[in-house]
């Protein structure tokens, strides 16, 4: 069994990071923290706190990055919810023994030094969820 204990973040795909980090903190006037780049995902990420979650922003390093093939089909947008877990090993598993497609079947490591998955949006209502243990 697993425990969802909140919304983590929300990601927004965005095709240039540095205008959207003004917007975010120039006319919202929120903090935006530094920058990380993700290899594994071919992303560049940058986190504002907004209360107790997150947005997070995502600008694709690669042309065949997910983030650059999502704005791609559909523009520049709410890309996933994220939702921190207690543990995201537990919640893989039992997901999928109650038969949820998942993308990842074992946990990556994403932004911040989160432990990550995917549970494909066929399975969650057409929303790309993303499971977050953080320690």
């Known amino acids: ?3 969802i204990l909140k919304v983590d ?3 927004v795909a965005v095709k240039n990071l540095a205008a959207t980090k003004n917007f975010y903190s120039e006319v919202l006037g929120l903090t935006v923290f530094g920058e990380e780049l993700v290899e594994q995902q071919k992303v560049k990420v940058c986190f504002i706190p907004c209360g107790d979650s997150e947005v997070e922003l995502l600008e694709s390093t690669a042309p065949d990055g997910p983030v650059a093939k ?4 559909n523009g520049e947008g709410i890309q996933h919810l994220a939702l921190r877990v207690d543990n995201v090993e537990n919640a893989l598993a039992d997901l999928k ?3 949820i497609r998942l993308i990842d079947e074992v ?3 994403g932004a911040g030094g989160a ?3 995917f549970i494909h949006p066929k399975s969650s209502g057409g929303v790309l969820l993303e499971l977050s243990e953080r320690q």
């Open 1 to 3: 069994m697993f425990k």
């Open 9 to 11: 973040h929300v990601g």
């Open 70 to 73: 999502f704005i791609e089909k």
């Open 97 to 99: 023994a109650k038969g």
């Open 107 to 109: 946990p990556r490591y």
């Open 115 to 117: 432990k990550i998955a």
